[in-house]
């Protein structure tokens, strides 16, 4: 499965919201009901960590302006107002089937 | 929660390097377990799995039959062999806990190892 984030690149002004977009090749929708996709972010100097899984579920200590959606094959990951602290390279990752598939990547910057 | 990696390099293309990650602050026989690549100038790619027991393994297509993913839950502990080395295995290499796994379904890789490099070059 071929996951797509867009943009690649995305400048940001601390305080105010941003937005990054994943497109699966197909649908990671389960029986469950439950699509098996996570948010991950590297910031500089340090190991991945992850933000969001199934979609929409906050990892333990994330903030809550972080926020997961989506369906199907199309999911969206937003920060409702940016810190200085959240610049990194975000990655989504589908686990729906082996192998586990990750985006690209944004590299999010601040203006 | 911690995972605490050894091991990794320089070698040279055919040779082979072993990975190490030790686990502490959690019950490691209960966690599948996985090693997680970032390669220079692309992003993250996932190598190999290994279940609760070690008696389940899954690979990447590309390194199939030249790595093998093992553990030995008595010193919580899971390794990566890797053999026959190439050019385009050069990457950091981590060690991820899966939180929640239903074969063949995974999610919420957490905490990730600090990442060990792995250079393979003439």
């Known amino acids: 499965i071929v996951m797509t984030q867009s943009p690649l690149s995305l400048p940001v002004t601390p305080g105010e919201p941003a937005s990054i977009s994943c497109r699966s090749s197909q649908s990671l929708l389960h029986s469950n009901g439950h699509n098996y996709v996570d948010w991950y972010v590297q910031k500089p100097g340090q190991s991945p960590q992850v933000l969001i899984y199934?979609?929409?579920y906050r990892a333990s200590g994330v903030p809550d302006r972080f926020s997961g959606s989506g369906s199907g094959t199309d999911f969206t990951l937003k920060i409702s107002r940016v810190e200085a602290e959240d610049v990194g390279i975000y990655y989504c990752m589908q686990g729906l089937q082996n192998p586990p598939t990750f985006g690209q990547g944004t590299k999010v910057e601040v203006k | 929660v911690q995972l605490v990696q050894s091991g990794g390099g320089l070698v040279q293309p055919g040779g082979s390097l072993r990975l190490s990650c030790a686990a502490s602050g959690f019950t490691f026989t209960t966690y599948w377990m996985s090693w997680v690549r970032h390669v220079p100038g692309k992003g993250l790619e996932w190598v190999a799995t290994?279940?609760?027991?070690?008696?389940?393994?899954y690979y990447l297509d590309s390194v199939k039959g030249r790595f093998t993913i093992s553990r030995d839950n008595a010193k919580k502990s899971v390794y990566l062999q890797m053999d026959s080395l190439g050019v385009e295995d050069t990457a950091l290499y981590y060690c991820?806990?899966?939180?929640?796994?239903?074969?063949?379904?995974?999610?919420?890789?957490?905490?990730w190892g600090q990442g060990t490099l792995v250079t393979v070059s003439s």
């Open positions: 991820v806990r899966i939180v929640i796994v239903v074969p063949p379904t995974s999610t919420e890789f957490e905490p």
């Open positions: 199934l979609t929409s």
């Open positions: 290994i279940n609760k027991d070690g008696s389940d393994k």
